[in-house]
């Protein structure tokens, strides 16, 4: 093998990219270019790339070193076990929102109906659908470009859900009423450090350009008129409002309200039920 060639193999292109984003993230993209899995690209590490797909990973690289996230340049993200379809329109489903499923599941009844607002990618609902057959779900989205992502993951993954257009329950009949309620808000302060760091991923979906909030309390005021008696509602939330999220609750008449960590042993969900 010639000086030249070398340098086009598997493991010769990982070991540049690594220098510059790291191996895991190196291992993603040329693995995403190749079609190939991390497996492929150990056991076969020294062979040779085209010159194609050299200079797409090399351009990948480059795009991932100015900032752009991993998923946005594969086109998607794994959550709870399987692989979702993302795109700048939503935001990137992280592990810590999986407490969430988790914690409905726990109180979600085998044929229950669930409404979650504010689906974005659509990872929780056709997780929550996928994880339990029997339940019901219908999920919201105030943008027609996001509600297309979550459909067409939807679609992918089998999951049948009924979608609808709008802010929070004016997205759902006035009158109808579900046996949990669930959702992923814009919950950070417009003055929270961490904006920064999210410049790729859709604003409105990370903040209310408030308080951070805003939305929390919409949806924790509205639940009560469209949960049945028993109900549960489940919100998601940043590390630092779990006091003020309970509170929220306590005042809209929510009963066995508490505040469940992440893995990182953060606040990141209040849940309550409705006093049968």
């Keep these: 093998m010639t000086t030249e060639t070398s340098q086009k193999t598997i493991k010769a292109l990982l070991s540049h990219a690594t220098a510059k984003i790291g191996r895991f993230e190196a291992s993603i993209l040329l693995g995403h270019v190749l079609q190939k899995p991390r497996e492929y690209l150990i056991a076969h590490d020294d062979e040779i790339v085209n010159d194609l797909a050299i200079t797409t990973f090399n351009m990948l690289v480059d795009t991932r070193l100015e900032g752009m996230p991993v998923p946005y340049l594969t086109g998607r993200q794994e959550f709870f076990g399987r692989y979702f379809t993302v795109t700048s329109d939503v935001l990137i489903p992280r592990p810590d929102t999986e407490v969430l499923i988790e914690q409905a599941l726990l109180v979600t009844p085998p044929r229950a109906h669930v409404l979650e607002m504010g689906t974005g990618s659509g990872?929780?609902?056709?997780?929550?659908?996928?994880?339990?057959?029997?339940?019901?779900?219908?999920?919201?989205?105030?943008?027609?470009?996001?509600?297309?992502?979550?459909?067409?993951?939807?679609?992918?993954?089998?999951?049948?859900?009924?979608?609808?257009?709008?802010?929070?329950?004016?997205?759902?009949?006035?009158?109808?009423?579900?046996?949990?309620?669930?959702?992923?808000?814009?919950?950070?302060?417009?003055?929270?450090?961490?904006?920064?760091?999210l410049v790729y991923e859709p604003q409105e979906a990370l903040t209310d350009f408030e308080d951070g909030l805003s939305c929390l309390r919409e949806i924790v005021r509205g639940a009560p008129k469209h949960l049945k008696l028993g109900g549960w509602l489940l919100v998601e939330h940043g590390y630092d409002q779990g006091q003020a999220v309970r509170q929220l609750f306590t005042d809209a008449g929510f009963a066995a309200v508490r505040t469940v960590k992440d893995y990182g042993d953060n606040d990141r969900l209040t849940m309550g039920r409705i006093p049968a």
Excluded: M
Aim: hydrophobic share 40%; proline share 7%.
């Design 123 to 197: 990872c929780i609902a056709v997780t929550l659908k996928l994880q339990n057959p029997g339940l019901t779900v219908t999920a919201t989205d105030r943008s027609p470009d996001a509600l297309a992502v979550a459909q067409a993951n939807a679609k992918d993954l089998a999951a049948d859900i009924t979608f609808a257009q709008g802010s929070w329950y004016e997205a759902v009949p006035e009158e109808q009423t579900f046996d949990v309620i669930c959702s992923n808000p814009p919950y950070i302060h417009r003055n929270d450090h961490h904006l920064k760091g």
